[in-house]
């Protein structure tokens, strides 16, 4: 599950992911120099040893919350130091979820970078619209990872259901009704969502009519 993963990084390794996460991809250049061509105009955030360790820690080698990752359009005119940007894996973004990075920062970086990648995007907005545990909305995403299916959308509708009973009627009309436009600009999983709403409506209905003839 990504918390074990989480619980293997360090705060500084934490520290990357969030900026990764918020300002986008980023050379070793930027962590180890500060950021700036002249060095010591900016603090550093490590040496450039640390970095090492923390790129291989964080990269496919290891973690896989990290990895090389090439820009769109063409080349910036710069050193070489600032060549072969960083930027999050899949679950690299879900391990910035949980370490709280800023979200609208992160969909915002998502869609930028990872434009093919809708299933990390719809994950993001519906933790960000919900509000029903970055835990487990991870554990559903991770699921998908691993056993290669699509996004569990029946985890996450529970986990909504489990919420929404906290809610006013009014409250709850207005969640599901965020969550499907939510869903709306993903069709392949506004279509799976409209099939899960259906069979949860037949199960309460069975469930009601064997209430009935207990």
Not at 58 to 86: D, F, V
Request: hydrophobic share 35%; proline share 2%; charged share 30%.
């Amino acid at each position: 599950m990504l918390s074990e993963y989480i619980s293997q990084i360090s705060d500084k390794e934490r520290e990357v992911i969030k900026i990764l996460a918020e300002e986008g991809p980023k050379c070793g250049y930027d962590f180890h120099l500060g950021g700036s061509r002249k060095r010591g105009a900016r603090k550093a955030l490590m040496s450039n040893s640390h970095w090492n360790y923390i790129k291989k820690h964080l990269g496919p080698e290891e973690l896989n919350l990290i990895k090389n990752i090439k820009l769109r359009g063409r080349p910036e005119r710069t050193s070489k130091r600032r060549r072969h940007p960083y930027w999050l894996t899949d679950k690299g973004i879900v391990a910035a979820a949980l370490s709280d990075a800023r979200l609208t920062s992160l969909l915002a970086n998502v869609k930028k970078y990872r434009s093919h990648d809708k299933e990390s995007a719809l994950i993001l907005e519906l933790i960000e619209l919900t509000d029903i545990g970055k835990e487990l909305l991870a554990l559903a995403y991770s699921t998908m990872q691993t056993t290669n299916v699509n996004l569990n959308l029946r985890t996450i509708l529970g986990l909504a259901v489990t919420k929404a009973i906290r809610l006013s009627k009014n409250q709850r009309n207005e969640l599901f009704s965020n969550i499907e436009n939510v869903l709306k600009k993903y069709p392949k999983y506004h279509a799976m969502f409209k099939r899960e709403m259906k069979e949860a409506v037949k199960d309460l209905t069975n469930f009601a009519l064997l209430k009935k003839w207990q």
